[in-house]
């Protein structure tokens, strides 16, 4: 359908809309027009993903001015996702307007280890061998040699790119990952490099959040992003925790041996140089008095190895004269990580600020700050300079050097804390150093002061007020949504006492009550006698739900359980988990029904959809607080109350809800879908607990829903099952949807 919106034409694939899709589409347009970021709240199972792609793309048809549309997921399956709802989007505009005007370039971009298509560098199983296996077959110095001794290996597919394929653009059209794939080995080009070198003519662009939040990884693939562009951070609830991560480094004695590994041989391969090569040693320094910028011109294969940290202008200024020349820096860093060894070796608690951290360093090492500043930096300009393929074998010294960057270029939101071990397990020895960004603010300026317009989006931002303080922004638009329903096919349950009426809770105190322990295993025992299909469950932690799976196995519950329904169980391990869940969707395919244990703020849980009769109920048992023993918790919470006046128990309280809301939202994605959700913790009854839930799940909690026993709850969900078994009316599943002809009634309206 093609209808209008205060003067701009949309396109959009589908012959009806849902009315929040409209209502969101006229507040994004709102955003684009002022030039600004916004914040918007979208109803899971509501098409938020054609719903930004339909306006944005419109608009640019509109505004040829606009550069591109960059779009941020945190997964592969989520980028695969964006990018067919992009085709069927690309194919109807080409019908209504012409393939010429709806001329269109969108890739999605990914790590080699999804775009090689090398036969045997593919075939390796980690991510950092298909790096290290492409970089050896594709290094300028590799290529040279090659060029005279024919037993020397390369990458054909590389070959053939750099012949044809960096002079030739890709023919318009959407192309996904496997696409590339596909057009790579039909031409004989390499996918990985193509993708690189198009996404500056692509009209959209589709990858990862580092991308952009990551200087390590932004400083090569977005630096050419014009300020013209539309970025979209989708499913982007926990984006301040993806800022914070960005800028931590974590050290432990295995990084620093490591890295001591790395610096001998660096030694020895510098040694090697001055005997063959000194003039490469020579003009490296000569280039450093310029800046490490001049490192970072690079073209082709090589600039996987220029990773700017710093901002351009420092990059442009000289590398002090300490670090300039290459056995001086590998002296310079073979005292700093003296320094840090020292550090590592104590029996207490030590926490400090950069400021602090950066001078005792200087006394007692001799470390200018400046020079640990430009580290990271110089060391790939070293890496570069020596011909180093085998960048794999230089992480940990490359994971010193991101540390020591970071601590001489940051003096504030960040706090450097020494633990010798985890308090949760006090008799096991484990040092750790811990530089630990506190504002997530840091990651993010730069592409709010960069970019014209930041769509930060998701169906689960509530309580959505929060975002603009701990991001530090001014968004020109905040909206959340609720969901326009034909039936009530959504059940949220707030659970707070068992059958025997007594209350239940994960609270600290109360979590390894037996009698909580009891009522919770009785409550899904109850309800995987009742509920067909699929149930998930999640737990506040890995460690609460193997000591409750424990206690359920002895109280011969989890017996009783796997009568009824099949059990699947989330672990730490990716592959275990990943075929967990195919057994469990296979169980639930053939009607045996399964039972799915997780965990908040683990995989399952960010990414993976329950819909349909994968998931009929979701139990939230427990409200999901982070470690409030953590020091690096309590060093934010001190930081975000200084800083931001944010309360450490209004932030506790919003991230707890943020995950609780994002566990149980899995159970529907769809409005044809229908599904339950229990929040079973007294604590959910309190109105600041329960008034932070999205709104579309608010809407739908019924005051006779609150304050439930077991009995009560078993009884609302055979009541609900029953009803979504009756067959729903077509007529009046259409009242939520708006049709062309609706739209140009609406548009007609004098008010409108």
């Given at each position: 359908m093609k209808f209008v919106i205060e003067g701009l034409t949309v396109y959009f694939p589908y012959e009806f809309i849902y009315r929040e899709q409209y209502a969101y589409m006229v507040e994004l347009k709102h955003a684009l027009d002022a030039r600004g970021h916004c914040l918007l709240e979208m109803p899971t199972g509501t098409g938020k993903t054609i719903t930004l792609l339909s306006l944005i793309t419109s608009y640019q048809l509109a505004n040829p001015s606009l550069a591109k549309l960059i779009y941020c997921t945190r997964t592969v399956h989520e980028m695969e996702k964006v990018l067919d709802e992009l085709r069927r989007l690309h194919l109807y505009q080409e019908k209504e307007i012409g393939s010429s005007r709806a001329k269109i370039l969108a890739l999605g971009l990914s790590s080699r280890k999804n775009l090689c298509i090398h036969p045997v560098v593919s075939s390796e199983t980690s991510r950092e061998s298909v790096d290290a296996g492409c970089r050896k077959l594709t290094a300028s110095w590799v290529r040279a040699a090659a060029e005279t001794n024919p037993d020397i290996e390369t990458c054909s597919f590389y070959q053939g790119y750099e012949k044809q394929g960096s002079e030739q653009p890709l023919p318009p059209g959407v192309y996904t990952l496997h696409d590339l794939r596909v057009y790579g080995?039909?031409?004989?080009?390499?996918?990985?490099?193509?993708?690189?070198?198009?996404?500056?003519?692509?009209?959209?662009?589709?990858?990862?959040?580092?991308?952009?939040?990551?200087?390590?990884?932004?400083?090569?693939?977005?630096?050419?992003?014009?300020?013209?562009?539309?970025?979209?951070?989708?499913?982007?609830?926990?984006?301040?925790?993806?800022?914070?991560?960005?800028?931590?480094?974590?050290?432990?004695?295995?990084?620093?041996?490591?890295?001591?590994?790395?610096?001998?041989?660096?030694?020895?391969?510098?040694?090697?140089?001055?005997?063959?090569?000194?003039?490469?040693?020579?003009?490296?320094?000569?280039?450093?008095?310029?800046?490490?910028?001049?490192?970072?011109?690079?073209?082709?294969?090589?600039?996987?190895?220029?990773?700017?940290?710093?901002?351009?202008?420092?990059?442009?200024?000289?590398?002090?004269?300490?670090?300039r020349r290459a056995e001086h820096f590998v002296a310079f860093l073979q005292r700093a990580v003296q320094y840090l060894r020292e550090r590592l070796d104590t029996d207490t608690v030590v926490k400090e600020g950069p400021v602090s951290f950066t001078t005792t360093m200087s006394t007692a090492a001799g470390l200018d700050q400046k020079a640990l500043k430009f580290c990271y930096d110089r060391l790939h300009s070293l890496l570069l300079t020596l011909e180093v393929t085998e960048i794999d074998e230089f992480l940990h010294v490359q994971t010193v050097c991101n540390f020591l960057t970071l601590v001489g270029t940051y003096t504030r939101g960040f706090s450097i804390i020494i633990e010798p071990y985890d308090e949760r397990m006090p008799h096991i020895p484990d040092p750790v150093l811990q530089l630990s960004c506190l504002d997530a603010s840091l990651a993010i300026k730069p592409v709010f002061d960069r970019f014209q317009s930041v769509v930060i989006t998701s169906g689960t931002l509530s309580p959505i007020d929060l975002y603009p303080r701990l991001l530090n922004f001014n968004p020109v638009i905040i909206h959340s949504f609720t969901m326009t329903l034909t039936r009530d096919c959504l059940c949220p349950m707030i659970l707070a006492r068992g059958s025997d009426q007594l209350p239940v809770s994960s609270k600290f105190d109360m979590r390894s009550d037996p009698g909580v322990v009891r009522n919770y295993g009785r409550l899904l025992l109850e309800m995987v006698a009742t509920v067909p299909d699929g149930v998930v469950c999640f737990f506040v932690s890995y460690s609460y739900m193997d000591g409750i799976i424990n206690s359920w196995n002895e109280m011969g519950i989890l017996q009783e359980v796997m009568q009824h329904k099949l059990v699947f169980i989330e672990t730490q391990d990716y592959v275990e988990t990943t075929l967990a869940l195919e057994n469990f969707r296979q169980a639930c395919d053939c009607g045996r029904g399964a039972v799915f244990f997780s965990v908040a703020r683990g995989k399952v849980a960010e990414g993976i959809d329950f819909d349909r009769h994968y998931g009929r109920l979701v139990i939230m048992f427990g409200v999901p607080f982070q470690y409030t023993l953590s020091k690096i918790l309590n060093a934010r919470l001190e930081y975000l109350r200084d800083t931001f006046q944010i309360k450490e128990g209004d932030f506790l309280t919003f991230d707890a809800v943020r995950q609780a809301a994002q566990c149980v939202g899995r159970v529907i994605r769809s409005k044809a879908d229908y599904g339950m959700m229990?929040?079973?913790?007294?604590?959910?009854?309190?109105?600041?607990?329960?008034?932070?839930?999205?709104?579309?799940?608010?809407?739908?909690?019924?005051?006779?829903?609150?304050?439930?026993?077991?009995?009560?709850?078993?009884?609302i969900a055979r009541e609900f099952l029953r009803r979504m078994a009756q067959p729903s009316d077509p007529q009046v599943s259409k009242s939520t949807l708006l049709s062309q002809e609706d739209l140009e009634k609406m548009a007609a309206m004098p008010n409108f």
């Open positions: 080995r039909q031409r004989g080009w390499c996918p990985y490099f193509l993708a690189r070198q198009m996404i500056q003519f692509a009209n959209v662009v589709v990858y990862n959040y580092q991308y952009l939040l990551d200087p390590k990884v932004s400083g090569i693939i977005s630096k050419e992003m014009q300020k013209e562009c539309i970025v979209v951070f989708d499913e982007a609830h926990n984006i301040d925790n993806v800022c914070i991560e960005a800028l931590s480094v974590n050290l432990r004695q295995n990084n620093l041996d490591g890295a001591s590994r790395n610096i001998h041989k660096l030694n020895q391969i510098i040694s090697r140089f001055k005997e063959t090569d000194a003039n490469r040693l020579r003009q490296e320094y000569n280039r450093l008095v310029e800046g490490l910028a001049q490192q970072g011109n690079l073209h082709g294969s090589d600039n996987w190895l220029a990773n700017p940290v710093l901002p351009e202008d420092i990059l442009r200024e000289a590398v002090p004269g300490n670090i229990i929040f079973a913790d007294k604590r959910y009854n309190l109105p600041n607990k329960r008034n932070k839930l999205p709104q579309w799940i608010q809407s739908q909690l019924r005051e006779e829903h609150l304050n439930l026993s077991t009995d009560m709850a078993v009884h």
